[in-house]
């Protein structure tokens, strides 16, 4: 683990109420030791390093996030795990992530959550404490269905089950979780079954909603690090993949409008909620007279 220095990390964001809807966003932590084999933090626009799997610490963090916390003009909701995973392996004895928390509470501003581990469950307690006054949720990035896919496309993150499990446990301490399937890797988990087992579960294990996006994006290294690991697990993906999108950025899957149908009527099926914005407004609504308020400290 190495440290990097940070000038700032708490960034302002424009809302998108068709995805997660946050205002602010923060990564502690740069690089990420998961593994996944389609990671577009990978890439060059996020780093400049050829080791993206060791992780880095931004120095002296919980500091200048408490600085810029404090100087907002406007409370909002904070991201978290956008381009880093904020639940690393590291941050079991770290816990900065945790800390980082403890500020957003103390400054009265919500909480996004993006991850794909089960340590997230660790900090149950802080999110209950944050949703007394601001939008809380915590969002599993989970792309297939199955534990033996995810083994090869996702090596080192917590399992499929493992995330469904998390999502059951937060939901049974009236957290708001989220599954977002927000890729698809074509080849491999762009199948009707793996989209309607995905469904499936969100509902069983109590994610409040789920949503779907149909392609994977693809730039510089991250595709050159993805054909390589593919290929150990899927023997001829590399040449398939290649003949099909080239050097896209955007690489669509030839089955997305299938996709996209059996999507939402297993939804609609499952009365599973898919309507980002409805989500949006129902984890929003009723905080508006705390939030957007202008702050005197
Ligand atoms: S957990 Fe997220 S940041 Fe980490 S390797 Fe996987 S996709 Fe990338």
Redesign the pocket.
């Known amino acids: 683990m190495e440290y990097i220095d940070a000038k700032t990390i708490v960034r302002k964001c424009i809302p998108n109420q068709d995805y997660l809807s946050f205002d602010y966003a923060m990564d502690i932590y740069r690089g990420?030791?998961?593994?996944?084999i389609?990671?577009?933090?990978?890439c060059n626009y996020y780093e400049k390093t050829d080791n993206?799997d060791c992780i880095r610490v931004k120095r002296d963090a919980l500091q200048i996030i408490r600085d810029e916390l404090r100087r907002k003009a406007k409370t909002g909701v904070v991201l978290m795990?956008g381009?880093?995973?904020s639940y690393?392996p590291k941050e079991k004895e770290l816990k900065l992530t945790r800390n980082a928390l403890e500020l957003i509470n103390a400054f009265n501003f919500g909480a996004c959550i993006?991850?794909?581990?089960n340590l997230v469950t660790r900090d149950t307690d802080i999110f209950s404490d944050i949703k007394e006054h601001s939008p809380t949720s915590v969002n599993f990035?989970i792309t297939c269905s199955d534990d033996e896919t995810c083994k090869k496309v996702?090596p080192f993150?917590s399992t499929t089950k493992e995330r469904f499990e998390a999502i059951e446990y937060l939901s049974k301490n009236g957290i708001t979780t989220g599954v977002l399937m927000d890729l698809v890797i074509p080849f491999i988990t762009d199948t009707i079954e793996n989209v309607q087992e995905m469904v499936k579960k969100a509902k069983y294990y109590g994610a409040n909603y789920i949503y779907l996006s149909t392609q994977v994006t693809m730039a510089d290294v991250q595709r050159d690090y993805f054909l390589h690991e593919a290929e150990k697990h899927y023997p001829g993906i590399s040449e398939k993949f290649l003949q099909r999108y080239k050097n896209y950025y955007h690489c669509w899957s030839f089955n997305g409008k299938k996709l996209w149908n059996t999507f939402v009527e297993t939804c609609e099926k499952e009365n599973m909620n898919y309507d980002m914005r409805a989500a949006n407004q129902r984890l929003r609504s009723g905080y508006n007279s705390i939030q957007y308020t202008l702050k005197l400290y």
Request: with cysteine; hydrophobic share 20%; charged share 15%.
């Open positions: 990420c030791s998961h593994g996944c389609y990671c577009y933090a990978r993206f795990g381009v880093s995973d690393n993006i991850t794909k581990s990035s996702e993150v």
